[in-house]
């Protein structure tokens, strides 16, 4: 079940992701005064604040880095403030690039810049009747031309507020937070107008632990307070249902500044339990007479304005609308109010006669890295990790090189062709008992025939007669579904005409008796000592070890109902999480199945390398000691003390990164969490790959071709049909419908744990030294998928090396003279030469293994494609299907060469070399057994020579 998980629900998306509530740009605020008598002008910068975006307009320009830390704009030229635009000799900042732009408040006639929206203007048309408030009849501008406009909150959308603002001309508009704007008449065509009571029924009231907290819901930093408030102080009308003027200054500041709420609270510290300073009426009569009302807490937080989608309340549809490019800014109530009340000042200020005082806002955005290095590491995580994946899929090929190597070295296997004459290959053919003959038809083609397994008994260890071998000789049958299996034969067969004893033949013949008793002396280099238990009975099968964590596992090979079939259940996964939501179920899965697979990648090996390099003897074999072998139940069960610490080891790290991802609602802050997820994800394509294996193009073809389809639609196309991208749901996490700012004000809140944290089936960096807390990811859907098809390339040319070096064997020793004589005088020229021939040859071998074969060239394809994946994502500030372009770079990489070097008909239907290379590793599998019980029966026969003579 995990790796069909694996596969489908992360298949192939690049997204990146960000925090929604925080300040993304920053607004420093400067006084100006003219003094009329001299005509000069005073600048003076005051402070800065921040401030957050909106999804629907421009952006103000970016600052540079160090005005992360110090205002860009703040100090002087003459050295009071080094940290200051003024004082920096940058030429990729200069002063030109932030200008000063006066901030106003809307018109008179428009206090919140709504009457477009509610179709009482049209500041498109300035010659109306509707506008002719606003603008000079003679010049027809608005006064609002190369201004910034202070705006509240409230009466309709962000998205009209900046239009109107815009229409005026204004270069941007800065949206002040309210508490007015968090009321409002559920039906505002009644004209209701109260002095000093509220009209319930038609009133909206704030929304508790969205707009307030009263202190009983859990909030972070014990945030919230309720206070019981007279009703008679505050006032209705005549702006219903909540007359702003008069009762902001009633809920505002501390209790000095009359705040009621303050006054009233039975708290502490009001400050503590308020920071904001500020409170709402909930709506709720505090008594029975309704002479009190209830007053707690209201949050003051930032936000990031989105979208009205065609709600702005005019007639004119959505896409009609002319596209909004001035900056939209958003700043909290505290920081809004005190913007405000300057501006204010200043203006009465002006109103003496003897200056001008007016406000000049420098808005930028913060700095963020362009590029983020942790795109360029996931990047090269997901090269390396298919590379090593892909060619750790081969590593049967090259150990049965080994294998066969080695017995061919000591005598055990020849190679010789049809002919039977042994003279005919080059080597004589080796004549011992424990010898197995692989017949080759055809050389040059590598057609293999049913070769025979034969072992007989030379003689004794002081040169005795020999002794006949009984025919009840036990046969070795090698399971393979061709015609031409390799069968052990069960009767000894005459020696053939020609036959000789050659060098391999007295390699053996020097072997020892005592050697042939032992049997993990038959063991190839590379194969790990087996229990004695197994040693001893050599037709069991390897029960012992499946019980081991390093337990062989069966190939599963794709055909072409398979290939269609996956994308089908991949669609129907994909589907059922983007519905359901069920991500937590997944990460608990994802987390178990992952122990499995960090146990049998990382900690096995590293235990087995510890073990018999650093600690004695004696605790390396108790390690490799039987566990649990005395316990009722597990005899005939082979438990490993090194596996069961390996497993553990497994479970714990997996079930701690279990619960860091069920503690936060963003675990990917957590460096444990994600450094864990990638080590899982990388075993999990190092297992995968070496499992499940492709071995033809055409499977492949329809594979890549459906999944092409696949990612292309849900994630460029889904969002057409459901509103959001299906793909950029489910492998972003899905926040099921909650605002990040609520789980910012309440991280304890059960829906909250793990809310924000993406789908687990992903490698995931974290953006470094960037405020907006995001991440760069790929799926590993778009490394195993695409690692199919590199896989095959990379056993494919495996498999041509193994037949290209068997090939070689039946020519060794005719030709094996003259090979060293032309080996000796390469190395003597090569020494002669020095170091630059060193360097040719190792540039020689890289570029063999870039370039030829097949494993190479799509290695730098699936790089180019990721890399251009990458790039898109950069350019189109979006999430993008990587199979799209992953797919034409590997699969066309692959057909184009297959045609270039007429090989793809092959290739289409599964190459020869590759099924005659199976052949040579399962031959090579059964080497070991095949001399054990050769040893055996030698040992058999020897004791009954002795006991005759």
Known sequence: MTRNLVL??????????AHASKPTSYIDIHLITSFSTTGSLETGYLFRIPASESNFAGSPPKGPKWATHSALTGGTSSGKDPDNLASKTSNRVKVDDHPQRRLKLPPDSDEFLCN???????????????????????????????????????????EAKARSAQRLGALGVIVRNTLDSKYRLLNETEDDRFDTTPHWSNTKWPVEQRDYDCGDNGAS?????????????????????????????????????????????????????????????????????????????????????????????????????????????????????????????????????????????????????????????????????????AYASAVEYRSSWKKISKAVNDGVLVFQTGNTDANATGRERANTEDTVDLADETLGELELVTPEVEMTNQASENGGTSAAIPSERPSFTIDDAEADDFVGNPNPTSPKPGDGTSNGAEDSDSMTNESLTNDSSFEPVDEEQQPPSEAASPSTPRQQ?????????????????????????????????????QKNVIRVFYGLAGSVAMNQVVFYPLYVLLCSRFLPDRISS??????????????????????????????????????????????????YYWVIQDVIGVCFCVLILGVIHINMIMVATILLSFLFIYDVFYVLISPMIFGSSVMLDVASGGANGIDPTFCEKYPSDSRCPGTFAPLPMLLAIPWFNDFRGGFSMIGLGDIILPGLLISFAA????????????????????????????????????????????????????????????????????????????I??????????????????????????????????DLWVGPKAMRKANKMVAMAGRIPEARAVAAREANNNVAETSSVV
């Open 622 to 671: 108790k390690a490799q000691a039987n566990a649990f072998g005395n316990l009722p139940g597990c005899r005939g069960h082979y438990f490993k003390w090194i596996d069961v610490v390996s497993s553990a080891t497994g479970y714990a790290v997996a079930l701690a990164w279990i619960v860091v991802g069920f503690s936060t609602a963003q675990p990917m802050t957590n460096a």
């Open 221 to 389: 930093n014990k945030f919230g307070l309720r206070a019981e408030v007279d009703a008679s102080q505050f006032a209705f009308a005549p702006n219903a249902p909540y007359y702003g003027a008069v009762n902001d200054p009633l809920l505002t500041g501390p209790a000095v500044d009359g705040n009621l709420c303050a006054q009233a609270a039975n708290v502490d510290s009001f400050e503590g339990r308020c920071p904001s300073e500020r409170c709402l009426l909930t709506g709720r009569n505090a008594t029975d007479d309704g002479t009190m009302l209830e007053a707690c807490c209201a949050w003051d937080l930032f936000l990031r304005m989105s979208t009205d989608g065609d709600d702005d309340g005019d007639a004119v549809p959505q896409e009609e609308e002319e596209d909004i490019t001035i900056p939209a800014l958003f700043v909290t109530m505290e920081n809004g109010e005190e913007l405000y009340d300057l501006v204010v000042d200043a203006g009465r200020n002006s109103e003496r006669g003897d200056s001008v005082q007016f406000v000049n806002v420098v808005p930028y955005q913060r700095w963020y890295p362009s590029v983020h290095y942790s795109s360029i590491v996931v990047w090269l995580l997901a090269v390396v990790t298919l590379g090593v994946s």
């Open 795 to 870: 056993r494919f040319d495996a498999a041509r090396g193994l037949m290209k070096k068997c090939s070689r064997i039946s020519s060794i020793r005719s030709g094996e003279n003259a090979a060293d004589d032309e080996t000796d005088a390469a190395g003597e020229s090569s020494s002669s030469t020095g170091g630059s021939s060193r360097n040719h040859y190792h540039l020689g071998r890289v570029k063999a293994s870039l370039f030829h074969g097949y494993f190479g060239p799509l290695m730098i394809a699936y790089g180019i494609g990721l890399l251009v994946a990458y």
């Open 872 to 905: 898109a994502v950069w350019a189109t500030n979006r999430g993008q299907p990587a199979l799209l372009y992953l797919v034409p770079a590997c699969l066309g990489t692959t057909l184009f060469l297959g045609w270039r070097r007429r090989e793809l008909s």
């Open 545 to 581: 070890r499946s019980q081991s964590s390093t337990a062989e596992t069966q190939n599963m090979e794709l055909n072409a109902f398979h290939a269609v079939m996956f994308v089908v259940a991949a669609s129907c996964f994909l589907f059922i999480l983007f519905f359901f939501k």
């Open 8 to 17: 489908a629900a992360a298949s192939a998306l690049l997204v990146q992701w």
């Open 116 to 158: 477009e929206s509610k179709g009482a203007a049209d500041y498109t048309n300035p010659a109306g009747n509707a506008a002719s408030a606003v603008f000079d009849s003679d010049t027809l501008l608005s006064g609002y031309e190369g201004t910034y406009v202070l705006v509240p909150r409230g009466h309709c959308t962000f």
